[in-house]
């Protein structure tokens, strides 16, 4: 059974930076063809993909939050990390990991509430 389980902050300050880890149990991140996927939802609105790094180390991004968003992994600790720079008003979200193979997302965090707050 795979579970992805979220640490990080729940409270960051306008202009920091929210990092997110997700350390993935039951299965390895290096296993192809597994994507592994940040997702958020902020109030009131639908699901936004954020961004995925593949099994084989390659990144994507979604365009439109590509300038402050990274992506990266540790496969020694079979962790995978959100960084979003500059952290903004319309950054307040739950975030997500997921995994995905193909079109399908089986296995989902919990989710983190992030709000943005001086």
């Known amino acids: 059974q795979v579970q992805l389980q979220e640490s990080g902050p729940g409270l960051v300050k306008p202009s920091q930076t929210l990092s997110l880890t997700c350390t993935v149990s039951?299965?390895?991140?290096?296993?192809?063809?597994?994507?592994w996927t940040w997702i958020r939802q902020p109030p009131g609105k639908g699901l936004e993909w954020m961004g995925a790094?593949?099994?084989?180390?390659?990144?994507y991004y979604n365009p439109s939050l590509m300038s402050r968003t990274s992506i990266s992994r540790d496969t020694s600790k079979h962790q995978f990390t959100l960084q979003r720079s500059s952290v903004t008003p319309e950054d307040p979200a739950v975030y997500y990991c997921?995994?995905?193979?193909?079109?399908?997302?089986?296995?989902w965090s919990q989710g983190t509430q992030v709000t943005v707050s001086k």
């Open positions: 997921t995994r995905r193979k193909y079109s399908n997302y089986d296995y």
């Open positions: 790094i593949a099994y084989n180390v390659i990144t």
């Open positions: 039951g299965g390895s991140i290096t296993t192809s063809y597994y994507y």
